[in-house]
């Protein structure tokens, strides 16, 4: 089945130390998307893919960047992590066509622990 | 502006009543619109969408939405409620076009079931 799938779904890292999560998807999607969600909030969108043109949203700290390689893969990397960066990261995909809506499809998330 | 609201935080419903949740949006255009469900530490799964014709739409589980222009709103029913129904429900407006689509997300509303 076509799908996100996101790596690891729980991470744990230090304080300060670098870590990047993954996702990768077989949709064939153009659009890809990273979205940071803590507890009982809704998601909040750090930045997007359309093809090879980042987005970034205005208020996402520079702490986090992202790279994607190809179509298929995109990387959230968090240069130095906060206790307050602790958090669900949410992968999401569209395709960017002028027909298809915005109907998003995400992946299970990556739960990130800061220690 | 763009927005969304859930004007109900928390929910909490017998299993086997039936289950109303709100939305109310501010959109200039005619919207996309959508409710995603969120189990506990899991991603976001798309229930159902609106993008145009019939204004009832018939979604997974059982779920359905109407969508009202008059009344900005796009309401989400279910006739009777399974305890697996309890989980975070969130309603988006989609909006931008070209490589700046996004979805414009309510705070959700977390519904209980009681046996």
């Known amino acids: 089945d076509a799908m996100v799938i996101q790596n690891p779904r729980y991470q744990v890292t230090q304080f300060g130390k670098p870590v990047t999560l993954s996702c990768s998807q077989t949709?064939?999607?153009?659009?890809m998307y990273w979205y940071q969600q803590k507890s009982s909030q809704a998601p909040k969108l750090l930045f997007h893919?359309?093809?090879?043109?980042?987005?970034n949203e205005a208020d996402t700290p520079d702490n986090f960047q992202s790279r994607r390689p190809n179509t298929s893969f995109c990387f959230l990397d968090i240069r130095s992590p906060g206790l307050g960066d602790a958090a669900m990261y949410l992968c999401?995909?569209?395709?960017?066509?002028?027909?298809?809506?915005?109907?998003?499809?995400f992946g299970p998330g990556t739960r990130l622990t800061v220690l | 502006a763009q927005s969304v609201t859930q004007p109900d935080i928390h929910i909490t419903v017998s299993e086997g009543a039936s289950l109303e949740l709100r939305c109310n949006y501010s959109?200039?255009?005619?919207?996309?619109l959508f409710w995603y469900v969120q189990s506990p530490g899991q991603g976001l799964q798309l229930l159902l969408k609106?993008?145009?014709?019939d204004t009832l739409v018939q979604g997974i589980k059982g779920f359905e939405a109407e969508f009202k222009r008059s009344q900005s709103s796009f309401n989400l029913r279910k006739p009777s409620v399974h305890w697996s129904d309890a989980a975070e429900y969130f309603c988006?407006?989609?909006?931008?076009?070209?490589?700046?689509?996004?979805?414009?997300w309510g705070l959700g509303t977390s519904l209980a079931v009681n046996p």
């Open positions: 609106y993008f145009s014709g």
């Open positions: 988006a407006v989609g909006a931008g076009a070209g490589n700046n689509r996004k979805l414009i």
């Open positions: 959109y200039g255009a005619t919207p996309y």
């Open positions: 949709l064939n999607h153009n659009v």
């Open positions: 893919y359309y093809d090879k043109d980042f987005n």
């Open positions: 999401a995909t569209t395709k960017g066509t002028s027909g298809g809506g915005n109907e998003q499809f």
